[in-house]
């Protein structure tokens, strides 16, 4: 138990870390507030090796102290709606027989950016934001995909369950 707790907590630091790192680099794609979120390399990987409960602390962890380092209240209610949404669709859909890691981490990020387009709607009382949706979902996909890829390979380092690996 104590190394699990140890290993959580270097998964949280590692994730703040590339956080950080990723919010000094301009933004993806030339569209502002779009990442790669590698941080979220970390959640893919707490979700396959240790389960939802681990992966959404992490998650939870990193978004919370992120905040109170770097951001603002309302980057704070963009950072926790995106993740949590990203979180939820990537529980779900790992929970579907057969989708495979990159799937998953792919839902993660279109879902992100759905969490993050609607909080920004209410948040501005401004629903065209929705027209950049297009942009934002094909990046979620893209960002995802590539997310899920990393996880993948670490998870084979880490030598995850066969059923995780599955080509």
Known sequence: MKHKV?????????AMVLSYAESLLPYFFSVPGMKLGLANVLVVVALYFWG????????????????????????????????????????????????????????????HNVGQMLI???LASNWALLFNAPFLLAG???????????????????QAPASVLKE
């Open 120 to 122: 920004g709607s209410i």
């Open 140 to 158: 979620g996909i893209l960002s995802g995909s590539i997310v899920g890829i990393i996880s993948y390979f670490i998870l084979k380092r880490l």
């Open 6 to 14: 140890v290993s959580m907590g270097v998964f949280v630091a590692l």
């Open 52 to 111: 939802p409960k681990e992966a959404l602390l992490i998650n939870l962890a990193r978004i919370l102290l992120m905040g109170l380092i770097l951001g603002n209240g309302i980057h704070l209610a963009y950072s926790i709606t995106g993740g949590l949404f990203a979180f939820l669709a990537m529980y779900l859909f790992k929970k579907i027989e057969g989708i495979h890691l990159l799937l998953v981490s792919a839902a993660g990020g279109i879902f």
